[in-house]
C-alpha cells in the first residue's frame, strides 16, 4: 500500500520561473492538504482540496500561489514567477475525509518537495 | 488566536531516560491532537494522536496525555533509544467558522537527541 507520493523531490528554479509541485494521496484518500515548511519551522498549512474542489485555501498567498486536485491526476501546487523567499519545503498529505464540521482522518504526510530559487 | 506553543525546542538524553515535550493551544474547541516524528530530509510521520474524549493514550514506549482545562498535551517517550532522534512536532485542530473545516495548526518543533 503505497504511501503519498510527491515528486520531484528537488526543485531548482531561478527567480522569475514556474514551480509545479505534485502529489498522489494514499489510495483510498480523497483529501489532500499542502504545507510549507522554511528551515527549523513547523508546518504551515496552505491549502485543502478534495477532487476538483478548493475547500480551504486561507493559508496561501493570494498572489502567484495556486493548487488544483483534478477529478483524474495528482494534485498541483503551482507556483509562479517563484521568488528566493518561495524557497522552502513543500508538503503534502492526505487523509480519508470525513464530515463536514467533525474529526477527520489522520492525515499522512508524503517526502516533501524541497524548492530552491536561485 | 491560532497559535500552539510547543516546549522545550531541543532536548537532550541519554539512552534509556524518558523524554518529555509539553504543548499548548489557544483554541478551546480544538479536540484533535496528533504528534508527528519528522527524521532529516523526510517528510513528518504520524506516531500517535489522541482526541478530546480521552485523557490519555499509550502505544509501546510511546504516550500522549491531554488536559483540556488547561488546554495542554505532552508526549512520553520511555526507554529512549538513538533511533528516536529526530525532529518532534505537537499540532491541534482548529475549527474555521465560516466552513466548518478543521485545520491542523503545528508547533514549532523539538529536536530531541537521544546519546547511547
Known amino acids: 500500500n503505497a504511501g503519498v507520493m510527491q515528486n520531484p523531490r528537488h526543485l531548482v528554479r531561478r527567480r522569475g520561473q514556474e514551480a509545479r509541485l505534485r502529489c498522489s494521496p494514499m489510495k483510498g484518500h480523497s483529501h489532500v492538504y499542502w504545507y510549507r515548511q522554511l528551515p527549523e519551522e513547523g508546518l504551515k498549512f496552505m491549502v485543502y482540496?478534495?477532487?476538483?474542489?478548493?475547500?480551504?485555501e486561507s493559508g496561501m498567498p493570494k498572489e502567484r500561489f495556486s493548487a488544483e486536485f483534478p477529478k483524474e491526476g495528482p494534485s498541483i501546487l503551482r507556483i509562479q514567477q517563484v521568488v528566493r523567499g518561495d524557497s522552502a519545503a513543500y508538503f503534502c498529505?492526505?487523509?480519508?475525509?470525513?464530515?463536514?464540521?467533525?474529526?477527520?482522518?489522520?492525515?499522512?504526510f508524503g517526502p516533501g518537495t524541497r524548492l530552491t530559487v536561485t | 488566536g491560532e497559535n500552539v506553543e510547543q516546549h522545550p525546542s531541543t532536548l537532550s538524553v541519554q539512552e534509556g531516560d524518558s523524554a518529555v515535550i509539553k504543548c499548548t493551544y489557544s483554541d478551546s474547541a480544538s479536540n484533535y491532537f496528533p504528534w508527528y516524528k519528522q527524521e532529516l530530509g523526510k517528510g513528518p510521520q504520524l506516531i500517535i494522536d489522541i482526541r478530546s474524549n480521552v485523557g490519555e493514550k499509550k502505544d509501546q514506549r510511546i504516550a500522549v496525555t491531554l488536559n483540556k482545562t488547561a488546554k495542554h498535551f505532552s508526549l512520553h517517550i520511555t526507554e529512549t533509544q538513538p533511533e528516536d532522534s529526530a525532529v518532534y512536532f505537537c499540532a491541534a485542530s482548529m475549527k474555521r467558522q465560516n466552513t466548518g473545516f478543521q485545520k491542523l495548526v503545528f508547533g514549532t518543533g523539538t529536536r530531541l537527541l537521544v546519546s547511547p
Open positions: 498529505a492526505s487523509s480519508p475525509g470525513g464530515v463536514q464540521g467533525q474529526l477527520w482522518g489522520e492525515q499522512y
Open positions: 482540496l478534495q477532487k476538483e474542489n478548493i475547500i480551504d
